[in-house]
């Protein structure tokens, strides 16, 4: 079987990725994210973005969902 090669033009492909991510965007923002228990995800700060150095990690704990935190140790 042959190939159909199809041309887009820079113009035709940059407003066909804008189109696609404008709609896409408002999906991904009301999405759903709970955890296993149901409950929303939490915020957690991490710090202040001032305080940040690009290259260095941070550390910080995140709540696990109930689930976990009733997990027996194995």
Do not use: H
Not at 44 to 52: C, E, H, S, W
Not at 56 to 67: G, R
């Amino acid at each position: 079987m042959g190939q159909t090669r199809m041309k887009v033009s820079r113009r035709t492909f940059i407003r066909t990725s804008a189109v696609a991510g404008a709609v896409a965007t408002p999906m991904l923002a009301t999405a759903d994210m709970v955890m296993t228990d149901g409950k929303p995800w939490p915020s957690v700060k991490v710090g202040n973005v001032n305080q940040l150095s690009a290259g260095k990690p941070v550390s910080f704990q995140y709540p696990a969902c109930a689930a976990e935190r009733n997990r027996k140790p194995a």
